[in-house]
Structure formats: structure tokens, C-alpha cells
């Protein structure tokens, strides 16, 4: 009796093996390979069906095995009930390619399972219909189809079927116009395409279709180009721009590629916020003229090369004007073919920037008035600060307002002058009594004034010139750069020809100045003014030189008052225009708003024997002071006179700089003559030679800026090492109870070990074993044991200190009650600044440290700008804690700004290379991370936390745990969002640093 076998548990006919292997050994294999998938899923008839349909195959092709294995390898996917039913016209359709084309039957055939991962078995039809379109004589060729089978297997995992078929349809336009181009099309699968969305690839395509059609031979590099160059635009934006070029390309398709190179160039070369930038000032110049909009893409990179973005505003502006004006002059300013684009550039790209040279100026400042001065920008300034002297008080010092940019001159040395002519004169209001509290009186006496307007403008004017008077008395080095500042304003300006009061008051400020003043005798009021002029010569005879306080200028101010006054009862005048280096922030009031803002008598205290009162700077901080300095250039050395016991600027011959190549400048590097004296340096900084480029998180573009910081491994100046020594005195005992207490909590764990015959308790698994094993019969093993083994846990541990200029700072005051020594009732600071505790704590911890035997490291970082971010080799894990890094402790002082995001990078780049079961990584801070170009906003910290959060993460994903200390009383509100909550501490009192945290590593350990 025959035995009924399921299709599946049948043996394959021998006359099918036999009729494949014939064909050849590889269809054999092919065959048998793919018959018992088929036996397992298809019924018999269905099966017959598919071996029929492969001999068909073999009777289309007999002269080739290719079709045939092509098909055993590729029906899988029709083995399922809803794919049976398109066997037989799959078949079919290859069959009728192959009419045209044995090789694209096959490739159809080959490529079909990839097809359908992404589409139905109904689209298989309208597959073979454009591979036969294509193989038509009159549209292209073999090539072309094979091109497009292999590329539609591929494109169709990212592209939707409305996004696949204008693909499709753009290379058959591109192919009816010349068919190598189109095959090229087809071959091409540019990098980035499955990255873009769906409605951008639909405009890339289209762009793409147009530029083969006008510039063939340029097309297909620039479709390969395309999508990654895309990439590079700010998301919001790519819509926009390719949406414009296809706009574009409708009245002048030739230039298609031009138009969208220079506008991917210029875009991608920047951050998403200068991308933004750029896209709105090219958006309004499209609404006035399109020629000029193209001029301004093909050229907007290059203006951006040569000033900052800051400046893009101002300089499209200026040619926004010239075409409104003449649409000729402004298409030739953007194409940058006429002197005027030119001379902007220039203008801008010397530019000074207040962010790049605060801390210098504050320095300066705090040199010549002796108070401690912050530098702020007039936009920081609040309305109810404002005021005519541009300063405030606040309880540890002044702040100055100056113009967060100067563009006077066209170069960047006199605009920083500029900047430092203006902040001398601040310091002079201090230094020279302006706010003396003894002559408060004088500031209500000018309110009382009938035109309290005019009598405030004359004693401004009077006033500022008795400052410069004594500052250029005080300090002859000062003098030259006061008096070229000045001349180069007021050459800038002329004595007005219709307005006889305006012409008066320049008059009055020239002669405050100690500058004569030509009258144009041609101006109608000429003769009137020659009288007035007379006048104020005389009110001004013995003015600034004998102009010893601030009563003087006020006693001049009502002489000149009266003179001046007259004049406005002939005609209405207008406000007084002051000098653009005093930039200060004007209040905004209309006629008779009340009082000025903040009377004076409430910015100084004291009894005013202050003024004039010599300061000395010491040798620190005269390094400091050239340390802060971009350009040696820019900031003269502070020297004394011993005949005035005061400072001038000197001369740059006074000092030389020694060739330190690109390199940041380190005081180590300046020999400063004049017999200066630069304290007990055995060692200079180390040449910076080792450099590392980080990527830099960019929370608005949500993707890193590669390659964005370049950092610098240097080694601080080593010092004497006395100090180290003292403070090892000083905290001995702390030093060895923590020594003690380290030994003890040294980190171990118990590693446990199977199978052994010995041991504390019974292995459960092993045990099991040997009794399936006894079972069995076979002969069972006796280690059915465990025991715990002792292992010493290794620890890696980095410090990272911030060396910011901040911690030149004193260290905060904390309550009386917490500051009170347990001994005998002092501070427990004793006025250190945090640098000083902080390396206070360097030395308690490497002392510590030692104990464990374990690896530990210790490094300081600081920096200015992205491309200088300065990394101080401390003490690296292969040394250990010599003679040679207890001096470097020593030398480590304060440095410039913080880009912490850089800095704990290259920190993680050195534990991640230790060996160890721990890696602890401490960082030591004083603020928020902080730098000059630390995103394109800077009054926004969002930047710098945003990337300093994603390096902590980065740490933590190779197994690093961080910790962040600051001393910061306001740290929580950036903290929480840089860390975790168990991931930071912040320190009410820094005096107690050095005790914390030991304690701090040991819970970390733990």
C-alpha cells in the first residue's frame, strides 16, 4: 500500500535535479537550495507551477544559466498567498525584457526580492513596464535599464511611492534629452539622499532634472554633491532655499547651479543662527531687487571671512540704500566690483568688539582709578541706570558702559583705542573727583538751572575736558593715544553751517578740548558767532589747566551758561551731539521728566580725599595685564614714574616678545625692561606644541560642530615650591587623617570563583551537574564549591581645575558666624582668592592620594576663543607627585575664560585610555562655563551649558563618572541643568574646600 507524504516530506523528483544540474552545477545548487523552501510552503500544484515556470525560463534563455538562477534565487517572496497569484506575470514580464536584454531579465529578476522589501506586488507590473520604456531604441539602452534596476532596488528604502515616482519621472526627462546623462542619473545614489526628508529630496530631484537639461556637463557632479551639501543648511531653512532655486531656475535654468552652489556654500559654512542670519538679509534684498540677491550669495561667505557676523546687518544695509537709490550702484556693491563694498568691509572687519577686550579694560580701569571695575555693553544697561557719565556703583567697585562695538577708523588698533580712551575717561571721573561727595551739592544746583537741558550739556562738555586735562597730566604715556583719539573725532565732525547754537556749543567743546576752531566766515550767522566765540574764549582763558575740582567746571558752566542761553531764546536748539568716544547711553527724556537718573552723591562714599590717590600695581598683575592682551600692540605696559609716583603707558620699546609663534601669548613669554620684576618664576609655560581638535555640541542645530575647538596641552610656569611646603604646614593634619581614612576605605570587592574543590559554600550549579551526572552514569566531578576571593578594586582619578580669570577673585564672604576660626576668631579665608584655595586643595588631595597607591591625575584648563583652548599639564597619571609638579602647583594662576565642554572632553580622551575598575573625573569651578564665541549669542549661557551637559554625558557613556564642585552660590540654576542632581555640589564657604573634598572622592568611591 503507497504511504500519502505532505508536499513538504516529499524527496524532489530526480528528473527536476537532473534537468537543473544540466543547465549547470550552479543552477543545480540553486535549484536544490531554493526546492525545499518551495516543498515546505507550496502546495503540489503551486510547486509544479514553480518549476514549470523556471523550464520556461531555461526554454526563453537556453543559451544562458543566468535568467534561471536568477529566478531560484529571487521567487522566495512569492512563496505566500497573496505573492502566487504574480508569479506567473512575473515571469512573464521578464521574459518580455529579456527580448531586449538577456542581462536586464536577469538583473529585473536578481533585483526583485529588494523591490519588494518596500513595495507591493502589484508595483512589479509598472517595474517592467519603465525597464522596457527604457530599453526602447529611441529612449536608451541596456545600460541605462540595468542602471535603474539596481538604483530602484536601493532608493526605495527611504523614498516614499510619491517621492520614488518623481524620481523616476526626473531621470526619463533627463533621458529623452540626451540618454548618457540619463544613464548617469539612474547610476547615481548620492551620499546623504536617505538622510534629507521626503519633501526636500522631492525638490532635489526636480533641481537636479533642470540642471541636466541646461548644463549637462556639470550636473552629475553636482548631483552627487547635492544632498550632503544640503545637510550642512539649518533644517528650518532647506525648505526655503530649495524652493527659492527652483523658483529661480524658472526664468534662468543655465545658472541653476550657480545660484544653489552659492547658496549651499555660504549657508553651510555656517551655524544654524548665522544661517539665519544670512537667509533674512538675503530675503528682504530679494524683495527689492533679484540680481542683487545673487550677487549677495556668491559673495556673502567672503564678506563673512573678512567681519563678524555681528556686522552683516550693517554692511547689507549700506547697500540696501545704494539700491533703493540706484538698483545699478547696489547690484555692483553686492557683486563687490565697487570702492564703497570695499571700504565697508574694511570698516567692519576692523571693528572692535567690547566682549574680546572687557576684562583688559577692566583692568585697565582698576590701574588708573584703583577701584575694582566690571565692563558692561550700553545694551546691558537697565533704564532705570541710565545716566550722562555711563558708570554706576555697586558695593565692591564701579561698572562702566561702553558701546559694544567701535567702527570709528579702519583699523583695529585705533578703534581699540577708541575703547581704551573712553574707559580712561570713566576712571577719570573717579580718580579726578567728578562724584566727590563733598560737591554732591553741585548736581542740584544744575537742576535747578531755568534750562536744566542746556546747563547739564555745558557741564558735560567742560567737565569731560578738565578729565582729559588731568589724565594726559597724570600720564604722559596715556597722552598721545588721548589726543589721536580725539583728533580723529573731531575731524569727523564740523561746526555746523545753519544752526548758530549748534556751531556755539562745537565751538565750547572744541575749546574744552584745547583745540582752536575755524569759523566758516561764509555761514549766515558768522558774525554772531565770531561774538560768541569771543566769549568763550574768554570763559575758557584759564580752562582746564587751572581747573583744579569739579566746582570749577561748574563755576564755568554758569558763566558760559549765560552766554549760551541768550541764544536759545532766538530759536529752538537742538540737543547736543557729544564726542563718539564717550558712547555713553543718553537718558531718553522729554522736556521736563524730572531729575537726572541716579544722583551721583549716591555712586561714591567716602569723604573724598580719594581723588588722585596713588595706586601701584603689583608685578602679578602687571603680567596679568599683558597676559589679558590679544595683541601686544593693543595694550601698553603700566610703568611707574618716580617723579609723580603714578603709572604712564609706555612705549612699545620698553619691552620685547619673544618668538612664540601662533601660540597664545604667556607672560612667561614677555621680558618686561625697566627693571619690572616678575616674582620667584624658576620655569616658564610650556610651547603649547600638542594640539587636539574637539567636536563642540550645538543644542540649536542638535548636532556637533566637527572639529570646532582646538586645544592646547601646556604646562603652568613652575614656582617656588615654598608655598607648597607652607600649605602642607598648614594642613598636616588634615592631610593625614585623610591619608589614614583613604587606607581604610580603599575600594575592594570579592570576586567569586566556581567549581573548585575547596571552599566556603556549595556551588548550586556544579552541584546539580554531579548529581545528573551520578545518574547517568557518568563519573561526576567533586568542585562542587565556591569561595570568594579578595580583589583590590583599581581607581583612576582626574581633578580638573578651572583657571579662569575669575578666580582671581577673593574668595566669597560667607556669614560671620561660618567665617569664625575655631582657634582664635579669624576668617578661616584670610582674604585668599579661590585660585589660592584651590590649589590649597590640589596639595591635600595629592598628598591623599599617594595613599591609595592608585592612579590620579590633576590638570587646569582656561583658554580664549575656540581655537585656544589651553589645557595645564598639572600633574599627568604616569608621574608621580615630585619636586617637579609640586612647583607647578605653585605656578598656576588665573587665565582668561572657561569652555568647559573642551576641556572635561579631553579630560574623559585621558581616563578612557586608564585601566581601571573606577574612573573618577572632579571638576573645580567658580561659575558657568563662559568664553567669547561660546555660541553665536553671547548674553546667553544656553551654549555653553547645553555642550558642557552633553560632555558629562559623554563621559558617562565610557563608564567615567563625573563630579562637578563650584563655589557658585546661583550654581543651581545652571547646574541642574549640566548634571544629574547627585553629580554636583555646590560649597557655601570655598575656605573649606580643602576638608570637603577628600570626603567628596570618598563617597564617589563608595
Known sequence: MSSVNHPGDRLPEAADIAFFSSISKECGQAFASAEKQARALLSESAYATWVSLARKIHRSFPDTDGPVRAYLDSSRPFFCEDGLGYLKNWVTESIKIGSWSTACAKDFLMATPAFLAHARFAKINQLASDIKYILDAENGGEATATAFIKTSATILRYLSPRVYKIWKESGFRILRQNRDKGTQYFSMEPEGLDRLYLSETTKIFKITAIAFNSTPEKAGAFYETLPNRILRINPNLRDKILEKILEMASGRPDEIIEDMNAMALSLGSFSNPVQQTIFDLGKQLDEISKKAFRAYYQNVKHVLENIPVYFLVNWVSRGMDLLLENKKEGVTYFAMESPEAGAELVKWGSAAFLEQHREMLSLFCHALCGKKVRIRSNDEMAESERNRLGLIAEDTGFIFFLSSYVAEEDNAAANIRYYKTAAALKAGYIEFGTLAPEFAGIWQLLESFPDRELALDIFHILEDGRIFYNLKKNYPGLSPEIERTIENALLKRDVPRDDLFGAALELLLRLSLGYAADINMDAPFSKPLAGVYADLKDHLAAFPAQAETVLDSYTITARVYDTLSALVRQKSRKAALPLPLCMNKEPEETEGTGP??????????????????????????????????????????????????????????????????????????????????????????????????????????????????????????????????????????????????????????????????????????????????????????????????????????????????????????????????????????????????????????????????????????????????????????????????KMRICGIEPRQSTRMGTAIRHAVSKLSNREADHRLLILLSDGFPQDLDYGEDRNSREYGLNDTMMAFIEAKRLGIKPFCITIDQSGNDYLKKMCAPEEYLIIKDIAMLPELLPGIVESLMG
Open 596 to 885: 537726572m537718573v541716579m544722583p551721583p552723591n549716591t555712586i561714591v562714599e567716602g569723604d573724598g580725599s580719594e581723588t588722585g590717590t596713588d595706586i601701584t600695581l603689583t608685578p602679578e598683575e602687571l603680567e596679568r595685564l599683558l597676559d589679558m592682551a590679544q595683541d601686544i600692540t593693543l595694550l601698553s605696559m603700566l610703568t611707574p614714574v618716580p617723579a609723580a609716583n603714578r603709572f604712564y603707558l609706555s612705549d612699545l620699546d620698553n619691552f620685547t616678545v619673544k618668538d612664540g609663534g601662533d601660540e597664545a601669548r604667556d607672560p612667561g613669554s614677555v621680558d618686561i625692561k625697566q627693571g619690572v620684576t616678575t616674582g620667584k618664576t624658576v620655569g616658564k609655560a610650556g610651547t603649547g606644541k600638542k594640539k587636539y581638535y574637539y567636536d563642540e555640541w550645538d543644542f540649536l542645530a542638535r548636532e556637533y560642530r566637527t572639529k570646532w575647538c582646538c586645544l592646547r596641552e601646556k604646562e603652568p610656569r613652575q614656582s617656588d615650591p615654598d608655598m607648597y611646603h607652607r600649605i602642607y604646614a598648614e594642613y598636616g593634619d588634615l592631610i593625614r587623617k585623610t591619608r589614614a581614612q583613604f587606607q581604610r576605605i580603599r575600594p575592594a570587592s570579592l570576586d567569586i570563583i566556581h567549581n573548585v574543590d575547596q571552599g566556603d559554600e556549595i556551588d548550586l550549579t556544579a552541584l546539580i551537574r554531579h548529581v545528573v551526572d551520578k545518574k547517568a552514569g557518568a563519573v561526576p566531578s567533586d568542585r562542587v564549591f565556591c569561595r570568594k576571593d579578595k580583589k583590590i578594586r583599581h581607581m583612576s582619578t582626574l581633578l580638573l581645575i578651572d583657571m579662569s580669570a575669575s578666580t582671581e577673585e577673593t574668595a566669597p564672604e560667607v556669614s560671620a558666624e561660618d567665617s569664625q576660626d575655631k582657634k582664635g576668631g579669624k576668617s578661616s579665608r584670610d582674604d585668599k582668592r579661590v585660585i589660592d584655595i584651590e590649589k590649597e586643595s590640589l596639595i591635600v588631595m595629592s598628598e591623599a592620594l599617594d595613599a591609595l597607591g592608585d592612579q590620579y591625575a590633576m590638570y587646569g584648563f582656561s583658554g580664549h576663543g575656540r581655537e585656544h583652548v589651553d589645557y595645564y599639564v598639572i600633574k599627568s597619571f604616569d608621574e608621580s607627585n615630585t619636586e617637579k609638579v
